[in-house]
């Protein structure tokens, strides 16, 4: 199995009393790839694939995707090497906080801009050798991005009120970071809530696909607004929340053929108003379990905490107004209500998807 991608380096270091800090984005590993580098080009083979999920086929294609997706991401480990180099070379490493995450899960169908498992639990690694305690630690506490204002506010010994920024609700890392426990360190860090409005367009009227959803004791509790849409963008215009792939290619050329059907249903079939899953026991998020009898209890209390929560934040969504998130007009105005335009007739680029992704929708299909 491969891990979600490193994209983003946070680096932020003092001088005596006068912080710093930088960021650096990297481009890698975004689509596109050069269809079968990773054997040609990175010496790698097919079987190094120990694992291929389960709502993909398991073929020559799709492995020869994830190889070429691991050699972007050996790229990107290369340059991070060179970068702590530098770092230590200057004699700022140990005095640097440095923070290695992904912006998005793997940019495959049923994974990259969804909301399961795959989608948001995302690689992250954290060094700072002159602050944090007892290096090498493997943490299970939940956290998420809005974690890292704070931390950085912290870092640079700026008072969050004093800031001039709007009110934070992430928290601190610093209570990891000044721990010497391993596992979970502050128990109530136990949930990250998440959501979704408009990844894309693709969709009427620029429809997005809202979805709420919280993670807690190693359940995650999705709510999905509109279960009608088409969760990946509609089929007309080539699901455009999904990237171009020779798995997504794969995918769609085999949708009615009944034994690999399920793989286009699991990818981009519609999905119902709820779901729960076990990510302990089922990361991959194949058994709702929202409708079983056995984790009624347990669907209770995710959605009464994800509401809760919510409502303390005003979403809109829980306060009878989500409408609100549609009305916003899309920003970039050469894809500005695409659908409309497209099926009208209009010539319009959609570059980070495949002209062959482009297909008509069958009634009733789910």
């Known amino acids: 199995m491969i891990t979600p991608p490193t994209l983003l ?32 080009k990175g010496g790698k083979k097919l079987e190094q694939i120990d694992k291929v999920f389960s709502f993909w086929p398991d073929n020559e294609t799709t492995r020869n995707d994830l190889l070429d997706y691991a050699f972007e991401i050996e790229h990107f480990d290369r340059h991070l090497g060179k970068m702590l180099e530098l770092l230590e070379s200057k004699g700022q490493l140990d005095n640097t906080l440095i923070v290695v995450t992904a912006d998005n899960g793997m940019p495959f169908p049923r994974v990259k801009g969804q909301e399961y498992e795959l989608s948001n639990h995302l690689p992250l690694a954290v060094m700072w050798p002159k602050k944090i305690k007892k290096p090498g630690r493997q943490i299970d506490d939940y956290v998420s991005f809005i974690d890292f ?140 379990l929202a409708s079983d009898e056995q984790f009624a209890s347990v669907k209770q209390e995710l959605q009464s905490r994800m509401v809760q929560e919510l409502t303390a934040q005003e979403d809109p969504r829980m306060l009878g107004n989500g409408d609100v998130f549609e009305a916003y007009p899309y920003a970039d105005p050469k894809v500005v209500d695409f659908y409309n335009r497209f099926m009208k007739g209009e010539q319009l680029r959609a570059g980070w998807v495949n002209p062959t992704d482009f297909q008509p929708s069958k009634p009733g299909d789910r």
């Open 149 to 288: 204002a704070p931390t950085f506010l912290q870092a640079a010994g700026i008072d969050q009120e004093s800031s001039g920024m709007e009110p934070i609700t992430g928290r601190s890392l610093f209570d990891i970071f000044e721990s010497d426990q391993s596992g979970v360190v502050n128990p109530s860090r136990d949930y990250v809530l998440i959501g979704k409005e408009r990844h894309d367009v693709g969709r009427p009227n620029d429809w997005g696909y809202p979805i709420r959803g919280i993670f807690k004791d190693g359940m995650l509790y999705l709510r999905n607004f509109q279960p009608d849409r088409w969760p990946q963008g509609n089929p007309e215009t080539g699901y455009l929340n999904c990237d171009g792939s020779p798995t997504k290619t794969e995918i769609l050329e085999k949708r009615f053929l009944p034994a690999a059907g399920i793989f286009w249903k699991l990818a981009f079939g519609k999905r119902p108003s709820e779901e729960m899953y076990n990510v302990r026991l089922d990361p991959e998020c194949m058994h709702n």
């Open 9 to 40: 380096i946070s680096l932020a270091a003092s001088d005596g009393s006068n912080p710093w800090c930088f960021w650096y984005g990297a481009v890698e590993p975004h689509r596109a790839y050069e269809y079968g580098s990773g054997v040609a």
